[in-house]
């Protein structure tokens, strides 16, 4: 039974900017690190970034100061702002919800993805 659902995704410029949503029930939403993975096509999943419970983030380098995730706790809803994309984004993006991912640890929770394509 998937527990998160993405939205946002679509075909976009490269430079242009989507913003990925992720809403799903309180009861993972309050407990867990939310945070954003991408698989590329012939490439393993990464993490793209994350968000504790208490807002602290984390940013794979090649994002770094081009996307911004943020959570509403209010509404069970995590956000991936991503902004200056380039062709090298274009991935099927996944939100997950776990208590270690800023440690290493794997998600306990997946969505189903959202395709973001980058054009030139």
């Known amino acids: 039974q998937v527990q998160l659902v993405e939205s946002g995704g679509g075909l976009v410029q490269a430079g242009g900017s989507l913003r990925l949503s992720c809403a799903g029930p309180?009861?993972?939403?309050?407990?867990?690190?939310m945070a954003w993975y991408r698989q590329a096509p012939g490439k393993q999943r990464e993490l793209v970034a994350g968000?504790?419970?208490?807002?602290?983030?984390s940013y794979r380098d090649s994002v770094k100061a081009r996307f911004t995730i943020s959570r509403d706790n209010a509404k069970n809803t995590v956000y991936l702002q991503m902004n200056s994309l380039k062709r090298e984004d274009t991935a099927i993006y996944y939100c997950?919800?776990?208590?270690?991912?800023?440690?290493?640890?794997?998600?306990?929770?997946w969505g189903r993805g959202t395709q973001v394509a980058v054009s030139s």
């Open positions: 309180g009861t993972i939403f309050s407990s867990n690190t």
């Open positions: 997950a919800a776990g208590p270690q991912i800023l440690s290493g640890g794997s998600p306990r929770y």
């Open positions: 968000i504790s419970i208490g807002g602290r983030t």
